[in-house]
């Protein structure tokens, strides 16, 4: 028999501590319980090892580290080297990420914090450009495991964000992709922050990739939703003066609108999920709850499945394509039990195969066809009309 679990992490813990519960099958996250060793002892503990705790990065007093023992409760310490919380309970924000950035420094987004860490997984050279082909960085195995831990963690937290937004009782979720170096300037990047606007408005939860570029023009609309349309506006104005991520001042441009335009509580809400194999793409500063992870692969598939209202896919190059068919396959074989709109923007651009584009809409027709979702599948040039499908669709 597997006894029932309880998690508790700092945010939680003073609630559980006043319920005065018994020590028995509670799985402490990321916490100094050595305040609290008498009291903890005190209680009621494990009967066997089914009960016994779990302690993920904490410390322990003498009393409570003898019962671990007793008991065979499993006990994992923080990990030194690994630059990461292995085991933290909650999402990024970017003040976190973006700890030691300095608007108009020299070193700018390098600065950082989040920068270091891409450091330390991904090899750069001495100008801070990404090997070719990409290489780690070698670690010994204890950093390898803090993080994977650290990946589990993050996914954790996310879904527990999640909770509210899933359907039926929650809104949905609606992901937005689209090309990372799509310029502040352009006019799809307009075009999808007003769209993102616009389904925020209507209480979706829009998720990204957490990047640049079109991935920050929804982040950015979700962040205005809470403001009337002339923020939009200056928002878009003031990028503009660093069009891509590759400009100096890209990060303070986009600090400078933080600036004159505060999320208040509550209100903006969005989700990035970005990753630090491509670290070099700086997360943009526009998501309010940021899922950062170091393998990206558990962030592409993730990012897809959460999106339970639908994924709309401006235009991109190959990663935005290989999304359109990572998406279509969910929808063909009804992964995750639903088969959610897959909305391509921009009908020159997935249907021409003399243009600029690339016309993935006639393969994804077919796969629709096939597969049984091609009432599933839109293209048009009208983010209006692309915000009506999304916002019409009622999983089930």
Known sequence: MVFPRTTVAPETFPAWRALRAPCRGVVFLDLDLRPFDAEL??????????????????????????????TQALVMPRIPGAGVDAFRSDLY??????????????????ATRDWRVYTSYMRVDAEGHPATPPQRVPVGVEVTLARRLHDGSISDAL?????????????GVVAFMGGHDTPRDAPEFRAVAEAARALAARGLLVATGGGPGLMEAANLGAWASAYPDPVL???????????????????????????????AEGAGVSLGVPTWF????????FASHIAKYFENSLREEGLLAIATHGVIFAPGRAGTVQEVFQDAC?????????????????????????GDGYPAAPLLAKLASDGGFAERVHVTDDPDEAVEIIAAFSPA
Do not use: K
């Open 41 to 70: 002892s005190d209680r009621p503990q494990p009967r066997d090892p089914s009960e016994a705790c779990v302690f993920l990065g904490c410390r322990l007093g003498p009393m409570m580290a003898d019962i671990a023992a007793v």
């Open 159 to 171: 879904h527990a964000f999640l909770a509210s937004f899933q359907p039926p009782a929650g809104p």
């Open 330 to 354: 969910q929808n063909f074989y009804a992964v995750y039990g639903v088969r959610s709109p897959m909305v391509l923007l921009g009908s020159r651009y997935w249907t021409d195969a003399g």
């Open 233 to 263: 506006d200056d928002a878009l104005a003031g990028l503009a003066a660093a069009p891509t991520f590759r400009d100096p001042g890209w990060a303070d441009a986009a600090w400078s609108v933080r600036g004159r335009h505060p999320r």
């Open 278 to 285: 491509y670290g070099h793409e700086p997360p943009n500063m």
């Open 93 to 110: 924000t970017v003040d976190e990420l973006y700890e030691g950035f300095s608007p108009g420094g020299p070193a700018g987004y390098r």
